[in-house]
Each structure stands twice: as C-alpha cells, then as structure tokens.
C-alpha cells in the first residue's frame, strides 16, 4: 500500500503568504486566549490541595458540595474527574491544613452521601513551591529552545535556524492557546507534554532542511522557492506518514491513558498537528522571506562535517 | 549480494540477549511479602537462617528470601501466612526488628543474585506518600552563630578576661565582642583563640569601645547550611528506619538548596510518620538551683543571675542553673525500658566528652539535684500567619545524684508512650533546623494499580496499532519494523531495570511516544528506500542508501527530542522526571533499533540471496 506514489507538486512557496495569514491568526487567537481567558493551572502550580475519592455508584455532586459547604469546607470546586464515579474536590492553599486530615475530613463528609466511599489520593502542595514550579517549568521551555536554537544554528545556515525556530515556537503557543479555549487543567505533566512536542516538531523541519540542501547542491541553477518546493513535496510522504503514526499512538494514549494524563496526551495531539503544518508551511517559507539564497546552502556544505562516514 | 558486516549482526544479537535477560525479571509478577530492618544495623545472613528455621518449625511456608541493603524480605504465596509470619517473628524477637508489610516481585534467586532485577515503579504506580519538607537553612546559620555567642562568653569567663558584651547579629552573620580598653581586648583575644584555633578575627571599634569581630564567610554559610540538610537527611533516614515505623524501602533525598523529598511506597496513613518526622526533640541536662525560690523567681519575675526559669510538667516552677551540664548532641543511644523499679524509663548512653562531663559533674555535685529538661520544637503558623518557632522546654525528671556516673544511666519520669517516643527521638538524633512539610502528595494503592491498568492499556493498543499499519503500509518490511520496535521496548525496559529508574504513569506515556518516534525512524528509512526504487535504482542499492541517507535525519531529529528530554531532566521532579529519564534512553534504543536492528534484520531477509528482483516494501 502506498499513499504517495507519484510525487505530490503542491505550490507551497508561492502560496505562502496564506499560510502565514493563518498562522498570524492561530498566534495572535492563542496568545489573546491565554491573556483574556488564562490556563487552568493545576494545583502543581497554583498550590492548594487536591482529594480523589472513589465512589461505588455515581453520586450526586450537589449534594456533595453542600455537605461540604454546610460543614464549613469553603472554596472547594467538586467535580468529576474521568468517570462520574471519581470526585475530585479542589481546595485553595490553605497554610494550616495538613494533607491527611484533610483528606480524612472530606472522606468523612462524603461517608454521610454514601458509606461505601474510598479515598484515592490526596495532595498538598504549598504555594510558595507552587509558585517555584510554575517559574522552573517557564525556565525548562526557555532552556530547550535555546538548546536547540544552538543545535540549529550550528547545523543548518543561519537563516534555516531562524525559520526552524519560529516555526517550533508557533506549535507550543498554539497547545497554550488550546489548554486555554478548553480549559484543561495545565500541569506539569502539560508543561513535559509541551516540551516533547518542542522536541519532536522539529524533526519535520530538518528533514525538509536537510533535503533542501541536499537539493540545492545538486540543482544550483534552479531557483530556491523551487528548489523548496520540489523538497518539501518530496519528503511530503515521510512528513506525513511518520506524524500519522505517531498520531495514532498518541490518540491511543488519549482514549486509555485515564483523567492524569489527559491533558499530557492533548498537549501531545494538538502539538503534533500544529508541528506538522507548521513544519510543511512555515519553516521553509520563513527562510525563503530572509532572502536565502542557493549560496547559503551551498557556504556551508564545505564545513559540514560528513556525517555519512562510518554508518551501519 | 548485500554487503553488510558481520560483526554488527553480530552486535546486535549480543545487544538483543543482554536487553531480554534484563528485562526477564520484569516478567514475574508480585506477591505478598515483609521486609525486615533492623534499627541502625543491617540484617545479617545468620538472621536470616534463625528466621527461616523459625518459620519452618510452626509450618509457614516462604517462597523466597533475599538480603538487599540490609534489608531482608521473604515473600510469601498467601496473605495468611504472610500475616502469620509477621506475628511469629515479632513473637520470637519482639522489638529487634522494623518489620513492614509490601509486595515483592517473585523473580528467581539466582537472578537476583547475579543482580537481575525488576523495573521500580513510582508511586502513582505502586502507591504511597511523597513529602517534601523545606529545611530552614537559616535557622541552621543561627545556631551557628548562637553556637559561637556561647563558646566566647565561656572562653572569656574562664580565663576571667573582662569583656562588655557579647552581641550576634544575624542577617549581617556577625558575632562581636565588645571590650572596655584595648588591654581587655588583647586577653580576651588570647582567651578566644586559645579555645578556637582556626577562628579569624578582626579588630573594629564599635562606637567607643574596641571590640572584636568574627564574620562568617559565604563559604562558612553554605557549609552549614549544606550541613544542615545533609544532617536532617540522615536523621530522617535514622527515624524512618526505626522499629517503631514500619515502613518498606524509604527513600530520602536533597531537593534542591533547602528542600528534603521523601518517598515512602506502599504507606497508607502518612499522619503517624509525619508527627515522627518533624520532631525536633533533643534533651538537656542542668544542675536544679537550689539556694533560690523558684515561686519567688516566678511570680516577682527577677530571676537569679545565674539562673534559668523553668517549669515541669504539672507546671512547678524550677530554678536550674544556667550551664548546660551535657546537652542531646552528646548522646549516643537511648532505649525505652517499660519496666524498671522506678517505673517506666529511658535508658542513655553518652559519648566521652558528654561522659566525662558528666562524671565530673557527678562527682562534684554528690547529694544535689540534677534536671532533664526536654525540648521540643515545632514550627506553627501564629495568628496573623506568620511562621514562627515555638520551642516547648519542660523539666522532666529531678533526681538527687546518689552515686557517681557517667557513661551509662536512667531517666525516670516518662509515661511510655512519651518514653518510647522520646526513646526513638533522642536515638535518632535532633534535627539540625526545623522542617515544614511543603508538597505532600498520597496516592492509594488502587489508584496505583488502576493507572498502570491505563498506562498498559493505553501501550499495548497504540503499538497494536502502529504494527497492524507498519504491516499493511509497508509489508515485509513493515514486519521488520514491528520486531523492531518490540526489541525497542524490550531493550528500553532492560535499560530502565538496570539503571533503576522507576516507572512513573508519564514514564509510560514516555514509552509510548517513544514507540511513536521509533516507528518514525522506520517510516524514514522506508520511504528513503521507495523513494530511490522509485528512480530506478536497483533494490539492493536502494536498501544500502537508504539506510545511509535516513541516517543523518534520523540523527537530526533525536538530538532535538534528546535536548527536550535533557533539560527536562534537569527541572523536573518526580513524575516528570520519570517522563525524562524513559524519553532520553527511548530515543537511545530507538535509534540503536532503528539503524543497527533494522538493517540487520534486513541482511538477514535480503543478504543471502545472490539476486534481489524487487523488495516487499
């Protein structure tokens, strides 16, 4: 089976500014999202304390929220968490409360809805760590990009560099802006799930890279847009089936994972989307609006090292 | 032919061997069992043998036994025997053992012997508590600086060198010392160094008076702060170790500059351990003053010079004399004795310094009283929020000194409940500064269980998946993908068991995408190969360069996953961490399967014909 047997010829270059015209619209939307909206932090950032309980038979949240609030539990969001079996209550950070009594008391008031309640798992997290966690897992975005801008810069020309990061900076802005419209709890697993995709969203880039300039060598007379072109619907095939695989795995991770990891395997979804298009449309065209020329691909050829030495 | 080494087949298949005997133990399963320790020293072998003698004789069955880190746990095949067991040994060694209830994985022994073990899993796995308290390094620096404050005073006093005043202030990290002329100042300098050799001092004038400076160097601060949570870890570990909480495979753990993480597997109620865990208890003794009226000293509030007011439990006052005759950090063992003549006791050891102060004190002092006053620390929020210190100091015990001792003796006047605990407290150590539970984090054991259940679920159907779409995409080879990619798992799990990282619900989501990422180095090669048939070179060629050409893109796009994965690494804690330490070595199996599994698999498909006419792919 094959999907692509003849090679696809699609304007890619030419069309650009469309491309660039939805992904103004996709920034501009997920930043003002974010500001206007803003995430749903989880208590990994907000500090508070989190209760999971167990129920045997769906219980009635109304009725378990005025047992809390009729027992003085102020503040407390109770709402289902993956099944209408498990309840999970949410309480701000409160400097006194230690995690077990808490989560005993709750226990307790629920055993007055239905005896055979369990307690699954409580967490306390103070805010001041809270805080620390938010501003560390800011610091660990900053650190990839950066590691990765110097990978780029010494691997591929400058102006390659600077297409490839803006494009991989447009898919995690893009998984904020979804956490934001869907109010997802954003967590520290979300912020491991963000970085992946930083990760990973790349590798479509450099595959087209590494194409165009293995193209441009062999083709010098040919125009660059052209020569991107042709290098991008080459490796259209590639681009696509390994997202698609990886896709497939990852929805997979979304239907079964369970409540913890949702926000993990959307953060993964949309990244992997976003990385994708990205990668095809923009990446390439950005450098292409820098001016590259064949002589930049070429420049560098010589100091490349040959990395085909020495293989399997 | 397709040339192709041999020795990197050969590679491979030693890689494969290694990375299936790795990953075998993870293929047993778990069972009910205990696990012994022994407070401040390891369970021997002979313990071992005495136990498994005693089990034998009354008829309970063991299906396994091993010593780990002094440790020992024997497995059992039924809950009942496993409950029976632990009565029977507490019965035949009551106290000797810490002896914890937990599941252990029913790998053979000789595998455990040649250090085969199974993958650890995290504790939203397994379940258990996961705190983390914030030392109070500055708290630590104080004490350092009190520290000081005192041994000046003392030194000056006993050489009788004139001084002011003694001043410590803290947010400067300074202590001084205050003298009337520069005649004073040059003796007490004597006096000083003469006690404190390496001490660095500086002469200032503080407003009139010359005075004497010691300032703490940013090297001296860290080390004391660094001393500080190093010491608490350890006391953390004494106390988490000790009979009196049965906890299975604590683990203690600096976090960061100030921060201790702890995880206890498997616990249930976390309320017992902390109530332990942040007690700072330590123990002073003073000679009682007894040329003065304590109710006088008490309800006029002009206490002697000289002296210290105190009260006892039921609220007595008691003048005690302002020299500390041997202090807590002096002690080297304390054991709780429920039945002597006087009633239940604590029965201490000192060391030489504490025991020969002691004795000299014993013997100067014949017929007089001496007090043991208890301190305990804890730290409470005050009314408007604010965290402060509260130290409770009680006299617990006044005893006239009828003979002279000094090593070895009793403290009478504890109920048994404080006197076990005081017991556990004082073997342990004091905690070098206050701790505050900052995160705490408790998962139940079903939902442990039912998160892997997810993970598992979620794992085996995604690579269902991408395997069933491999065949069909890309045939023949589309099946060598799929045993690659199941090599990429087993070889993943091998690395996992050997470094000992545990499995966290993200380390499986991890697994997962690496699955994911490998199929992509699959996918890259493959379409290489059909992009190159495609121009008409011939198959043979077309599996050579294509594996060449995917190579440096395959390349390329680990090494961005592998900086993600890095720096998360670095910031993550926990779960997360989980999520790094899988993705970094996925993508190293990953590629190891991918380029050197995969090619080799090919050769052995393909290499051995003399033609290749066209490829399954």
Not at chain 1, 116 to 130: A, N, Y
Not at chain 1, 136 to 146: F, H, N, Q
Not at chain 1, 211 to 221: K, N, P, Q
Request: with cysteine; aromatic share 6%.
């Amino acid at each position: 089976m094959e999907f692509f047997h003849k090679v696809t010829r699609f304007p890619f270059m030419s069309t650009r500014r469309v491309w660039y015209g939805l992904s103004a619209v996709l920034i501009v939307t997920s930043l003002a999202l974010v500001a206007v909206r803003g995430l749903n932090r989880g208590i990994d950032f907000t500090g508070g304390i989190v209760v999971e309980t167990n129920f045997p038979q769906a219980p009635n949240i109304d009725q378990l929220r005025s047992a809390l609030s009729r027992a003085g539990v102020q503040a407390a969001q109770v709402q289902a968490f993956g099944s209408s079996r498990d309840i999970l209550v949410r309480l701000p950070p409160d400097p006194n409360a230690k995690g077990d009594q808490v989560g005993a008391r709750i226990l307790d008031l629920f055993k007055g809805v239905d005896a055979g309640v369990k307690l699954q798992r409580t967490e306390v997290v103070g805010p001041q760590v809270g805080q620390e966690l938010f501003i560390k897992g800011g610091w660990a975005l900053v650190g990839t990009l950066v590691g990765i801008l110097i990978y780029v810069l010494a691997r591929f020309t400058f102006k390659l560099a600077i297409g490839a990061i803006l494009a991989v900076l447009h898919d995690p802005i893009c998984v904020l802006g979804f956490f934001a419209v869907t109010q997802i709890t954003f967590d520290l697993t979300a912020i491991s799930a963000i970085l992946a995709v930083i990760g990973y969203s790349l590798n479509d880039t450099v595959i087209v890279f590494d194409r165009v300039r293995e193209r441009a060598r062999t083709a010098r007379r040919l125009p660059v847009a052209q020569v991107i072109d042709e290098s991008i619907n080459q490796t259209l095939s590639r681009t696509l089936m390994t997202k698609l695989v990886t896709l497939l795995v990852v929805v997979f991770l979304l239907i079964f994972g369970g409540e913890t990891l949702h926000g993990f395997s959307a953060a993964l979804v949309i990244g992997i989307l976003a990385g994708t298009y990205s990668s095809i449309y923009i990446s390439a065209a950005l450098a292409l609006d820098l001016s590259l020329r064949t002589d930049d691909l070429l420049e560098r050829k010589l100091s490349k090292p040959e990395e085909v030495d020495g293989l399997p | 032919m397709i040339s192709y080494p041999r020795w990197k087949i050969i590679l491979v298949a030693i890689v494969l061997v290694i990375g299936i005997l790795l990953a075998l133990p993870n293929l047993f399963g778990e069972e009910n069992a205990l696990q012994l320790a022994r407070d401040r020293a390891p369970v021997q072998a002979s313990d071992r043998t005495s136990i498994a003698e005693l089990l034998e004789s009354k008829g309970v069955r063991t299906s396994g036994a091993f010593l780990e880190q002094g440790r020992l746990t024997l497995r059992f095949s039924s809950k009942q025997d496993q409950l029976k067991a632990r009565d029977l040994i507490d019965e035949a060694h009551p106290g000797e053992f810490t002896i914890a209830l937990t599941q252990a994985s029913r790998v053979p022994d000789w595998m455990r012997a040649v250090g085969l073990s199974p993958l650890k899993l995290g504790l939203d796995l397994r379940g258990g508590v996961y705190l983390v308290y914030q030392v109070d390094v500055a708290g630590a620096v104080k004490q350092l600086l009190d520290h000081r404050e005192q041994d000046f005073r003392a030194s000056l006093r006993n050489a009788r060198a004139a001084y002011q005043d003694v001043q410590v202030d803290y947010p400067e990290n300074r202590v001084r010392v205050l003298f009337k002329d520069a005649e004073g100042l040059a003796k007490g300098r004597e006096a000083i160094l003469a006690d404190n050799r390496n001490l660095h001092l500086t002469e200032i004038r503080a407003g009139e008076a010359p005075a004497l400076e010691l300032l703490l160097t940013p090297q001296e601060i860290k080390e004391s702060e660094d001393y500080a949570v190093q010491q608490n870890i350890t006391i953390l570990r004494n106390r988490l170790n000790s009979p009196e909480l049965a906890v299975s495979e604590p683990q203690v753990a600096r976090e960061g500059v100030d921060r201790i993480a702890i995880q206890l597997p498997g616990l249930q109620n976390s309320a017992e351990v902390k109530k332990i865990l942040g007690k700072v208890a330590t123990l002073e003794f003073r000679m009682v003053d007894e040329n003065d009226n304590p109710l006088e000293a008490a309800s006029t509030g002009h206490v002697p010079l000289g002296a210290k007011l105190y009260y006892t439990r039921d609220k007595q006052p008691v003048l005690l004399k302002r020299e500390v005759v041997v202090t807590g950090d002096q002690l080297t063992d304390a054991s709780f004795q429920p039945n002597t003549q006087d009633g239940p006791a604590v029965s201490v050891s000192l060391d030489s310094r504490g025991a020969s102060k002691m004795l000299k004190n014993t013997e100067e002092n014949l017929g007089h009283l001496m007090a043991v006053v208890f301190i305990d620390r804890s730290r409470e929020k005050n009314a408007q929020g604010v965290e402060v210190d509260k130290t409770t100091e009680e006299v617990i015990n006044r005893a006239t000194i009828r003979g002279v001792f000094s090593n070895n003796f009793q403290i009478t006047g504890v109920n048994p409940i404080e006197g076990r605990e005081l017991a556990l407290l004082l073997r342990a150590g004091g905690l070098a500064a206050p701790l505050t539970p900052v995160e705490e984090r408790a998962i139940g054991p079903s939902l442990g269980q039912d998160n892997i259940d997810k993970g598992m679920h979620a794992m085996v159907f995604g690579m269902l998946a991408a395997f069933v779409f491999m065949a069909i995409y890309y045939k023949l080879f589309g099946l060598i993908a799929d045993v690659v990619l199941l090599a990429n798992v087993v070889l993943l799990t091998a690395l996992l068991s050997l470094v000992g990282a545990a499995l966290t619900l993200p380390g499986i989501a991890a697994v997962v995408l690496t699955v994911g990422m490998a199929v992509d180095a699959n996918i890259l090669i493959y379409e290489r190969i059909r992009e190159e048939l495609r121009n008409g070179v011939s198959p043979r060629a077309a599996i050579t360069t294509g594996f060449e050409r995917a190579f440096s893109a395959i390349f390329d796009s680990n090494i961005t996953a592998f900086i993600a994965g890095f720096v998360l690494w670095l910031f993550g804690t926990g779960a997360v961490r989980g999520f790094a330490v899988v993705l970094v070595l996925g993508i190293f199996t990953s590629m190891f399967t991918a380029l050197m599994g995969s090619r080799a698999l090919v050769q052995l498909v393909y290499g051995g014909k003399r033609k290749v006419e066209r490829l399954s792919i």
